[in-house]
């Protein structure tokens, strides 16, 4: 998720009056200014004029693309939500190709797994979109970018944010009968989410607490895959100590969609700066392709015992025996003649 929040205070231009601008709500043009960077989040910085000033502040509509093949679009898949977002947003759906005319007016941008790969020309619309106060909301599922055939990464990474080319599995079966639908229940990497999804625990998670609850917040991941996060970006959720790979970024917050959009289209969130410069992931790990070694079995080498001391005592003397007591029964059994 990428978002610009900078709102620098321009003087108007005398001139004709304009039409009056919707109703301010209290404090959200002002906490604007100290919107927080987050995991697919970017404030750019800029100046922008009295015109770009104005347009940021009728931004009233979320646009879902739907011209790279989306798996998601608002007719597939999220028919639900944009009747719940109707009630304060315009929702609309973009079917043809990116241009700068056709993102004016819209607040949020959402590409739900492209399944084409984007032009330059469409990736610097989409930077001047972010420039100019727009934010942008990027989903994409297991094997990323080599299974979606997209090159979404190539904008995400300028913003320090990479979707690896893997999947999140659960390690131990709890609830949700496919490994891949994962329920991360100690994924909270950052004390605000808790708080904004409305399960902040009193006296644990709040500004005087000295330590972060990563389990106040329960959420399933389903087929997703895991990120690569440095900073300016930050990562907000991981994949936890029961998911596998342990405690790896994750990109998409499927749980509840509305802190996620509130994130995006408020300023009523702002991230714990403890939690933000120091966030419990692990390191991304290589293993083994474990499907390609299944079929190619090798015989396990049984570790020897430990040699004793005297190693005399390693000789097995009754295992064979030399006796000549059948030896005047034999001979006699033969005839020797002359």
Same mark, same amino acid.
């Given at each position: 998720?990428?978002?610009?929040?900078?709102?620098?205070?321009?003087?108007?231009?005398?001139?004709?009056?304009?039409?009056?601008?919707?109703?301010?709500?209290?404090?959200?043009?002002?906490?604007?200014?100290?919107?927080?960077?987050?995991?697919?989040?970017?404030?750019?910085?800029?100046?922008?004029?009295?015109?770009? +000033?104005? *347009? /940021?502040?009728?931004?009233?509509?979320?646009?879902?693309? #739907?011209?790279?093949? &989306?798996? =998601? $679009?608002?007719?597939?898949?999220?028919?639900?939500?944009?009747?719940?977002?109707?009630?304060?947003?315009?929702?609309?759906?973009?079917?043809?190709?990116? +241009?700068? *005319? /056709?993102?004016?007016?819209?607040?949020?941008?959402?590409? #739900?797994?492209?399944? &084409?790969? =984007? $032009?330059?020309?469409?990736?610097?619309?989409?930077?001047?979109?972010?420039?100019?106060?727009?934010?942008?909301?990027?989903?994409?599922?297991?094997?990323?970018?080599?299974?979606?055939?997209?090159?979404?990464?190539?904008?995400?990474?300028?913003?320090?944010?990479?979707?690896?080319?893997?999947?999140?599995?659960?390690?131990?079966?709890?609830?949700?009968?496919?490994?891949?639908?994962?329920?991360?229940?100690?994924?909270?990497?950052?004390?605000?989410?808790?708080?904004?999804?409305?399960?902040?625990?009193?006296?644990?998670?709040?500004?005087?607490?000295?330590?972060?609850?990563?389990?106040?917040?329960?959420?399933?991941?389903?087929?997703?895959?895991?990120?690569?996060?440095?900073?300016?970006?930050?990562?907000?959720?991981?994949?936890?100590?029961?998911?596998?790979?342990?405690?790896?970024?994750?990109?998409?917050?499927?749980?509840?969609?509305?802190?996620?959009?509130?994130?995006?289209?408020?300023?009523?969130?702002?991230?714990?700066?403890?939690?933000?410069?120091?966030?419990?992931?692990?390191?991304?790990?290589?293993?083994?392709?474990?499907?390609?070694?299944?079929?190619?079995?090798?015989?396990?080498?049984?570790?020897?015992?430990?040699?004793?001391?005297?190693?005399?005592?390693?000789?097995?003397?009754?295992?064979?025996?030399?006796?000549?007591?059948?030896?005047?029964?034999?001979?006699?059994?033969?005839?020797?003649?002359?």
């Amino acid at each position: 998720m990428l978002s610009s929040s900078r709102r620098p205070e321009v003087a108007p231009r005398p001139g004709p009056r304009l039409p009056s601008a919707p109703p301010r709500l209290p404090g959200y043009y002002a906490a604007l200014d100290t919107w927080p960077r987050a995991a697919g989040w970017r404030q750019v910085k800029g100046i922008p004029g009295p015109q770009v +000033t104005m *347009e /940021k502040d009728l931004r009233s509509t979320i646009l879902f693309n #739907a011209y790279k093949k &989306e798996i =998601f $679009t608002t007719n597939n898949g999220y028919k639900s939500m944009q009747k719940k977002l109707r009630s304060n947003w315009k929702i609309q759906s973009l079917k043809d190709e990116i +241009t700068s *005319e /056709k993102l004016i007016g819209v607040k949020l941008w959402i590409t #739900a797994g492209p399944r &084409e790969k =984007f $032009t330059a020309t469409e990736f610097e619309i989409l930077k001047k979109y972010l420039d100019s106060g727009g934010d942008i909301l990027v989903m994409l599922g297991e094997g990323g970018e080599s299974r979606f055939d997209t090159n979404i990464n190539f904008l995400l990474e300028e913003y320090g944010i990479m979707v690896n080319n893997d999947a999140v599995v659960r390690t131990v079966y709890h609830k949700y009968f496919h490994p891949k639908e994962a329920l991360v229940s100690s994924g909270v990497l950052n004390r605000e989410i808790s708080r904004a999804a409305g399960k902040a625990v009193p006296g644990i998670i709040d500004e005087e607490s000295s330590g972060n609850n990563a389990q106040a917040l329960t959420f399933v991941y389903p087929f997703g895959a895991t990120l690569s996060v440095m900073k300016p970006a930050v990562a907000v959720l991981s994949t936890g100590s029961v998911c596998f790979p342990l405690n790896r970024p994750i990109l998409a917050f499927y749980h509840s969609k509305d802190v996620v959009f509130q994130w995006l289209t408020t300023g009523d969130i702002h991230l714990n700066q403890i939690d933000a410069e120091d966030p419990e992931i692990s390191d991304y790990v290589m293993l083994p392709h474990t499907a390609t070694l299944s079929k190619r079995n090798r015989e396990c080498l049984q570790e020897s015992n430990e040699i004793p001391r005297d190693f005399t005592t390693l000789f097995d003397l009754s295992i064979f025996q030399l006796d000549t007591t059948s030896f005047h029964s034999v001979i006699e059994s033969v005839p020797v003649g002359l």
